[in-house]
């Protein structure tokens, strides 16, 4: 299916990330993917932390506008993928049946058979009782798990998500911390890896707690596995772990709380 423009008839997709960088190459390659096999879901797939709901978001962003439908389905749990399609049923005027089930599958079949120019994201998809609520023709389907098993399916178009190349993960750095130079930058990539979630956190426990990079570094390459945030930085902190080349370092607040902060965590870069 060629990427026409179309005005968009029904749309959920979650806010875009400011702080997205890098990735054209990928993002391109998703879009020549599902020009080439328009009825095979393009599975991204690839190790937690690697950025493949964050690669999935940017693209609908970036190409929503080419869609009528564009639709983000929440699928680690059948009943949660369920629960997004009965929600599209009503953007679709599709009638409510006598279960999730079953008005999941009208509107499958309404996206289907009505020439719509669609894309549906199925985030986190695990269990295979999602792939029988995907649609398999008119549209662009894009899944992101974890799970190589989706990647290999003969109906499935697998792109592998890998790290941060090493430009983009400077970049990456520099532009949550301004004041970074790139030689710094560099050598925290060369530290810790490039792997976007580590690299995230590591931003994070920087600015919670006020330390310098190369204090950062000596912490976590040390015996002890916390930081301690001074009390100056405490409104800040309530970090998740950090992940550092699979040790995990943990920030520990001396008071405050910040919920916003650990939201912003625990969906950080998946």
Known sequence: MPFDVNAATASVVPERN??????????????????????????????????KTQLARE?????????EVVWWVPA????????????????????????????ALGVLARLEWQQLTYVLVFDGAEEAEIRRLMP?????????????????????????????DPAEAIQFLRQRDHEMSGTKAEEITQAFGRLPLALE??????????????????????????????????????L??????????TVVPQQGIDEGLTDKLAVAIR
């Open 18 to 51: 400011p702080s997205f960088v890098g990735r054209e190459n990928l993002l391109g390659r998703m879009r020549n993917a599902l020009e080439e096999h328009p009825h095979s879901p393009l599975v991204l797939y690839g190790v937690g932390g690697v950025g």
């Open 59 to 67: 693209f609908l962003h970036k190409f929503e506008h080419h869609y």
């Open 76 to 103: 680690d749990r059948p009943e949660r993928a369920r629960a997004s399609l009965v929600s599209l049923a009503d953007r679709l005027h599709v009638v409510n049946q006598a279960n999730a089930e079953q008005t």
């Open 136 to 164: 398999n023709a008119g549209g662009h389907v894009i899944v992101t798990s974890r799970d190589p098993t989706w990647a290999h399916e003969s109906s499935s178009t697998a792109l592998e998500v890998t790290d941060f």
């Open 201 to 238: 956190q590591l931003s994070a426990l920087q600015l919670a707690t006020g330390q310098s990079w190369d204090e950062i570094r000596a912490q976590l390459n040390g015996k002890s596995p916390h930081v301690t945030a001074p009390v100056s930085t405490a409104p800040l902190v309530r």
């Open 240 to 249: 998740a772990p950090v992940i550092v080349g699979g040790a995990v370092a």
